[in-house]
């Protein structure tokens, strides 16, 4: 690589680095998974820097790098090793914002990891259906029942009433 384009990948990491550690945690659920996760993004991007300079938006093209990572980490060996034998008791549930971005986060990481990148890309990231399935190298209607049953798996977690379960959304 010449010299500046080690200069332009290293700006554009520094400027992109909380964007994608945000993402990251998003999915994750966990710090340090996320820098892992973004520390393998940012490996890979060096490598390819001279191709994703030329992609139409670079930034969506690191952060379908950074999603495509995360779905992939499930794949690789070490995945599998657990530290413990069961899962830690999820906290106890208290009404206020803080704790309710909790319960939502720890729910959103029992919900499979497909699904989670797609309730993260369109919710979080508010991304359109057909930007979400480029992303993840689907079809727009794989996207959109992916989001219903992350949505309904998230439902389910969070102890949403059934009859809130079988209810329209009305728009006023």
Request: proline fraction near 6%; hydrophobic fraction near 40%; charge should be positive.
């Amino acid at each position: 690589m010449r010299v500046g384009a080690d200069e332009d990948y290293v700006d554009y990491v520094k400027a992109k680095i909380p964007a994608l550690r945000r993402l990251a945690y998003v999915l994750a659920g966990d710090p340090h998974r996320a820098d892992d996760l973004v520390q393998q993004t940012i490996t890979t991007l060096f490598v390819k820097w001279r191709r994703a300079q030329t992609a139409d938006n670079l930034d969506a093209y690191v952060r379908t790098m950074l999603v495509r990572t995360f779905l992939d980490e499930k794949r690789r060996a070490w995945a599998r090793v657990r530290l413990f034998r069961d899962t830690p008791e999820p906290p106890p549930y208290e009404e206020g914002g803080a704790e309710d971005r909790e319960v939502v986060r720890a729910a959103l990481g029992q919900v499979p990891r497909r699904q989670r990148a797609v309730l993260v890309l369109r919710f979080f990231y508010d991304l359109p259906v057909e930007e979400v399935a480029g992303a993840l190298g689907c079809s727009a209607g794989t996207v959109k029942s992916q989001t219903a049953r992350g949505l309904a798996t998230l439902r389910r977690l969070l102890g949403a009433p059934e009859a809130a379960l079988k209810e329209e959304p009305t728009i006023a």
